[in-house]
Structures are given as C-alpha cells and as structure tokens.
C-alpha cells in the first residue's frame, strides 16, 4: 500500500477547481493509496493543522459527482504566501513536522502562480533535508495566466459564463428602441483573456459584444468616447466589454479615476467602485444616452450551474495526473496541459518543471488583439472555443442545483 | 377562417415573455388564424406601424421551440403610457385605423401593470365605437407585483435565477477563512417577491442568505449594522440580499444616500442602482471588514439558460388561452393563473377583467415576513418554490445557448 496523499486548494476559487480535488481524490484511492487527506484553507490551515480525512468526507460515488459540480473550493482556500527557506526556516520545519505526523508521501496544492511558487520551495526544502516527499502542483485559474500550460482548468467555465450572459445581456440591450450603453466589467487584472472570450457571444462574429477593452491595450477616454459616437450612427444598443483591470497610458486603473471625481457618500466618505461604472457615468455624462454597468462579478468564478464540461474534464484530468505524476516518483513538477490539435480538439497532459512556471504572468499575445478595431482576433476565438464545449448537467434537487457541503 | 391576430410585447422583458409569445403564436395558427402579426416595440412601434407577419419569421417547430428559450423580447419593447380616451383621442383613432388596415381581429399585448392599463383603455375605446376587435392581455413580469393572478409568468425563472446566484455565491463566500459581509442587490422596486426568493437558496432553511431585507420592511441603518455585528460572533461568511427598493423610515431609498441627484424615468419612477454598493462601503467603514456588493442586474430577467420549465410552460400557457378567450368572444380581460393545489403544483387558466388588474401592484403579504428574523417565513418559500422547479434545455451550439433573431 502506497503512503499518504494531502492535497490543499489555494487562491481564488473556480467553477471546477473541486473537479480536480475529485480528481486527486479518486485516482489516489483507485491507485491504492491509503489515506488521503485535505487541509482547510490551504497552506494556512496546514500550519493550524486543520487537517479532514477525505474518505470521511465522500461516502460514494455520488459524492464524487456531486462535488465535480459544487462551486468554490470545497477544502476552502488562502492567500498565503509562503516565505523564503532561508526567511521562515521554522515555518518549513513545521509543515514538514505536520506531513510526518500524518505520513504524507505525495503532496498536491491545486492553484494559480502563488500556488506553484509554495510547490516550488516545498519541493526544494524536501531536496535540501533529503525528505521523500513528493510535491506536485495541480494548476487552476480563471484568468489563464499560468505560462507554459495551453490554458488553466477553470478558464473554460468562466469562459463559458461570460460568453452566455454577454449573449443574453446584449439580446436584453436590444429590447427598447432608444440609444443606449452597456458596459461590462470582467475580470481580469492584469491578462485578457476572460475579458477577451465575451467575443464568443458573436455567432461568425455577428452580433458579439461592439468593442472590447483589455488590460494588455492601452485605454484612452476620448478615443473610447468618439468609438461609441461612431457606433451610434449605425446602431441603438451598443454593448462593451472590458476587463476591469484596464489602463490608461499613464498606468492609472480606470477604476481608480472614480476617487479622482471625489464621489462621495452621505457621509463625506469616497465611494469606491469599478471601471465599468466610471465608464458607464462618463458616457451618461458626455453623450446624454442611457447607460448600465453590469460587473459579472464573482458568478463568473462560480457558475458552476453553466459550467464547461470539457474544462471540468480536464480538471479532473490534471488531478489524476499530478497523482500518477507523484506515484511515478516526481516531484516539483506542476501538470499542464498540451493541445495536440484544434479542430477536432485533442488534448493531453505532461509534467513540467514547476520552477520554469511559478510567479510567471501569460497575457494575451499581441497579435490576437485587434488594437484599430478593438477585438480579438479568430485565432483568439479559435483557441478558447473548444474549451467551452459541452455541459455536465446540474443535478437538480427542487429546482437548485445540488452542491456537496462539507461534513 | 378567423380574422388577423396582432401581439406585441411591453414594458421590461423576463427570461420567458418569448415563450408567451410563441404561446399565442401556435394557437392562433392552431385554430385557424390566417394572419398573426407583430408590433416592433409595443404601441410606440405601432404607433409607427412597425409591424410584421410572423409567418416570415417562424418557419418551422425548431424555431417556436427556440423561441421559448429566446430571452429578451422578440418583438422588442416599449414604455409607452398610453393617455386617456379624452386626452389623445386621435391617438386612438390612429391605432384603430392601423388595426383596421390590417384587418386585426384579435389583439394581445404581453406585458404588467402599465401593459394592462392599454389593454384596459383600448378595449373600452373599442366598445365606444362599436369595434369587434378584442383585447386580451397576457401577464408578463418578473417582479410578481400583479393582482389577481396567483403568480406572474417571468417570475419563476428569475427566482430560480436568483436562488441559484445566491446559492454559488454564499459557497463562493466562504472560500477563505476571514470575515466578509457579500451584499446582493436584487430588482424589485416596491415590492419583495425577488429578494425574498434569494431564501430558496437555503435547504431545509440552512445555509440560504443570513438576512434578506424586502421594500415592504423599513430599513435601518444602524440596526443593520447591529445584526451583522451580532452574526459575525458565529460566523465569518456573511450573506444578505436586498431588494434594490429598499428604504429608510423616512421614506428616501437607500441608494438615494449615495446620490444626491435622483435620476427619474419616463414615469417618475426613481432610477435605482447602488443600494447593494451603498451598504457594503457602509460596512466596510464602519466594521472594518471586506465587504463585496453583487448586483444580479439584468442577468435576473434574461437568464434564460437557467429557465424554470414551470415558467417557461406557463408562459406559453397563458398566451395560448388568451387566443382561446379572445376566439370565444372575450375582451377587455387579462388571463390570469390560478393555483388549485401548492403540493402537487396544480395550476389552471382563467380570464379577469383587466380594469380591475391595472395599475395595482401585490406585494408581499406582511405575515409572510419575519420582521424580527429579516426573513421569509416558509409560507412564502411553499409558495414560490413550485414556481422554479425543472428545467428547459438550451439549445447548445458550439458550447452556446442558441436563441432565434429575427429576421
């Protein structure tokens, strides 16, 4: 019988990251492991030692079904970063103390670039004091911005919801005969790629949002201003996406020239609030027509109700991966995964030296963004398209889909 | 053969006003009709005698079956207060020479309050001059806020919409291990039939929204402040929906205190955005804590991919019978459903007048509101959850809810 497996979820959550627990989990026991536990809250609850025996947790196989289609991290996440060996020796000691006492062997964090920097120092302290203990990260992101990986589990799903509700936001758009704006807010502070797949709303590029802004792109407000003019010789409803870290050729946020106005609360206390509803007033303010913000906040991480089945798939995948990964004897490796071929799409999953991908940031290349036009290229489309396919129905229980809460 | 039919669609649309359309639609062509025409955004398009044969827009049972999974309104929409006989007589007289042009026989207007009150006034015009023309109106709003009818089509998905939104996000809520307050703003001016539906979200009353406030409730500030105060001794994740509409004691709406200046539409109503916002940066200040506002936003009328099949075949049921009632010599009525029995969900077609339907709005009874709790008690859940449940497939094309445009 193979050693203990612990596995951890970390950073923001995603409509499938607790497919890849599912993953992790069945693939282990299928493999003949002994125990597998989870730590609450990442890395933080590992030093509290807030350890749960999954096998208490998932009593069927249903339960393994029910939790590839629960929403947020099952395990519950952190945003803990993990110091330097040479700053925070006695934290190491401490977390290698805990893995002893509970005979971790295989160790597994499901997450995004911080996540893959605490399993590139783990698995570097397991070298230096010669542990066996094998650490492999399971990676997981809305935002796609992991390098060397061709897309991140969770990026499909969100993908997927954001292309949805831009399709039916803009049918709403049409339903009034009056000029108006809709501007809406994606996340995406830093890379465009979420921002970016609203784009697939459009059918042959019909109908898809009318302009979209991306972080990658520098924003001009009076250029903004005259596309908008522009468009609205030709149509009434206009609708825009933009990714709510936008930029203007300064580096200012967008959302952050709402404190510059000084909005103000009865109180006297600035209101904060995002780069859509900056957008959004400033149009009302300039061109006097009707405008919405509709920040698609965070339902676009945890619509798990519209989620991809190709992503939840591959979530699962990268799970089971990273265990026959550790079992096979690596470590310090973090699963991606490699396209094979577009159309039909075909994709595997390697391992990949963990330290070639931690604290990287992917953006969305250059020449997929249509910078006159103000849109992605097909070749961004033809990317992100298979990743939204298919769909794993909900298991209704009176009407709401059925989550696995833990015991 | 039966004389022409014409429908048309008012006011804000919902997730299944289509379906009502597809609604008289097929059984007006089911029982004879020669010609059934729509009016492109309601009397204000008629007015323009924006009309269509809908016979060159459905051309076969794939598009009435897309149709009922459209959101938005097909027809577009219009706020359009018709005035009264004596005050626009020749705007009668203007409508009822278009009517005549077209030899419409039958006429149905999909809408709510303010679509009832022009059936109301159209058909009275029509028995001052003698008119054979017949007028039916076909309940549509997702706010609940009709008399008579036990329930308003549109309704059900929103709540289902709703409860589905609250229930990922309060699981996305307690991804990390820190205190958090999440604010969702949900539609629903006057009355609570919306938010209150956000209780659904809960299973056997556990884990639903820590506290739902309602337009029907005063709200208080400092007593708001208190209770999650009082909750965050128990618990980190809080959740609480509001109704848009909330206000003071005093009777300013709370997302009046964030603007001085009161945006009003057409109607004087108050354009409300901001109370969800509001609050959260009330409690950020003065608790400390991270704070998020989610405002569902248009998504709750338009999300037709997570449509209730409940609502959905009510909505075609109560176009149909308003053909069936318009045919048999009925006018001046709007069709209303009527529940015969809660559990099993038994629920029937009758037709009322509309005089004494328009221009009333239900709100929520106050004995289904538990004012110290801040909650729905379960009488109000009995009530709305046989109104969510099953569900419509979309129609998926490349990984997308299809819908049908017209042409």
């Known amino acids: 019988m193979l050693g203990n497996v612990l596995v951890g979820q970390s950073g923001g959550p995603t409509a499938v990251i607790n497919s890849s627990l599912a993953g992790v989990y069945k693939t282990a026991k299928d493999q003949g492991v002994k125990k597998v536990y989870g730590m609450l809250h990442g890395i933080q609850g590992l030093l509290e030692e807030k350890v749960i025996d999954l096998d208490e947790q998932f009593s069927n196989e249903l339960d393994i079904e029910l939790l590839k289609r629960t929403p947020s991290s099952y395990l519950g ?153 522009a468009l609205q010789k030709t149509k009434k409803s206009i609708v825009v996406a933009i990714s709510e870290g936008i930029r203007l050729q300064d580096g200012r946020y967008v959302c952050e020239l709402m404190n510059e106005d000084k909005s103000v609360d009865m109180f006297g206390h600035a209101v904060l609030s995002g780069a859509g509803y900056y957008l959004a007033n400033f149009l009302k303010k300039s061109l006097g027509c009707k405008t919405r913000a509709i920040e698609l906040n965070t339902l676009q991480r945890c619509a798990s109700h519209a989620a991809s089945l190709v992503d939840i798939t591959e979530a699962f995948g990268v799970g089971g991966a990273a265990v026959n990964a550790a079992i096979e004897g690596e470590t310090g490796k973090m699963i991606i995964l490699k396209r094979i071929s577009t159309n039909p799409y075909l994709c595997t999953t390697e391992s990949y030296d963990v330290s070639k991908i931690a604290n990287l940031e992917k953006k969305v290349p250059k020449e997929w963004i249509k910078e006159d036009e103000v849109y992605v290229t097909d070749e961004f489309l033809d990317y992100v398209r298979p990743l939204i396919q298919e769909e794993l129905t909900p298991i209704y229980i009176d009407g709401l889909p059925k989550h696995l809460v833990r015991n």
Chains 1, 2 share one sequence.
């Open 77 to 229: 996440s952190c945003r803990y970063k993990l110091q330097g060996i040479d700053e925070a020796k006695e934290v190491y000691e401490k977390i290698f103390a805990i893995l002893k006492k509970y005979e971790v062997k295989y160790f597994f964090y499901i997450g995004g670039n911080d996540s893959m920097d605490t399993i590139n120092k783990l698995s570097e302290y397991a070298r230096l004091i010669n542990s066996e203990i094998r650490f492999i990260g399971v990676p997981k992101t809305i935002d796609n911005d992991l390098e060397v990986t061709d897309h991140t589990p969770g990026f499909g799903s969100a993908a997927k919801f954001i292309a949805t509700a831009t399709k039916e936001i803009i049918r709403d758009g049409l339903v009034y005969d009056t000029k108006s704006v809709t501007i809406i807010e994606i996340m995406g502070r830093n890379a465009g790629w979420l921002a970016g797949s609203a784009a697939l709303a459009g059918e042959q590029h019909v109908n898809g949002p009318d302009l979209i802004f991306l972080p990658e792109m520098h924003f001009n407000l009076e250029e903004f201003k005259e596309k908008i003019i």
